[in-house]
T-cell receptor, first 115, second 114 residues
């Protein structure tokens, strides 16, 4: 069965500094990988996904993520954090050859960007 | 605004009450989902509907009863809940359920069971 690990409950970063939110996954075969963001009192919003091709995926709001097959990781990054990036971030995975298997999500990492 | 609307936004109920959560989307999607979000736990998939047919029930207790009368509407009927059922319940939709499709989420219903 597939699973996602987000090892950090909380990440704090100063505004203007680079940020990284970590995600590792376990899945049979090759994965589809996703990042979602949840702002206060809102549902989750899609940020980016890796399907195939270039290991560096660019998404909304200046975020990007790098797929690393050997390390089974899909860390979310942004070169310069904004206070408005403060939110809860979820990594999700689905096996590529699963047909219709729904996404499996991690527990989320709360990002706090301090001015 | 994601195009997925959930009502009510907040719900407080006693353990003997019966209530329903409603989800509505007009995105033309044919797959709809219920998720449960509890603090510091992975988002839990509860139910999946494809073209109004339930395709997944993730070992959810029978006190939660889903209903999907058409591809635009999804309900979650609640009865005799327990305090540990207090959580944020999220509805989502997508084009027909495929592993690489992105989900569109509603803002959720924050449920408190007393």
């Amino acid at each position: 069965a597939q699973s996602v690990a987000q090892p950090e409950d909380q990440v704090n970063v100063a505004e203007g500094n680079p940020l990284t939110v970590k995600c590792t996954y376990s899945v049979s075969g090759n994965p589809y990988l996703f990042w979602y963001v949840q702002y206060p009192n809102r549902g989750l919003q899609f940020l980016l996904k890796y399907i195939t091709g270039d290991n560096l995926v660019k998404g909304s709001y200046g975020f990007e993520a790098e797929f690393n097959k050997s390390q089974t990781s899909f860390h979310l990054k942004k070169p310069s954090a904004l206070v408005s990036d403060s939110a809860l971030y979820f990594c999700a995975v689905s096996p590529r050859n699963s047909g219709n298997t729904p996404l499996v999500f991690g527990k989320g990492t709360r990002l706090s960007v301090i001015a | 605004e994601t195009g997925v609307t959930q009502t009510p936004r907040h719900l407080v109920m006693g353990m003997t009450n019966k209530k329903s959560l409603k989800c509505e989307q007009h995105l033309g999607h044919n797959a709809m989902y219920w998720y449960k979000q509890s603090a510091k736990k992975p988002l839990e998939l509860m139910f999946v509907y494809n073209f109004k047919e339930q395709t997944e029930n993730n070992s959810v207790p029978s006190r939660f009863s889903p209903e999907c009368p058409n591809s635009s509407h999804l309900f979650l009927h609640l009865h005799t809940l327990q305090p540990e059922d207090s959580a944020l319940y999220l509805c989502a939709s997508s084009r027909p359920d495929r592993a690489n499709e992105k989900l569109f989420f509603g803002s959720g219903t924050q449920l408190s069971v007393l």
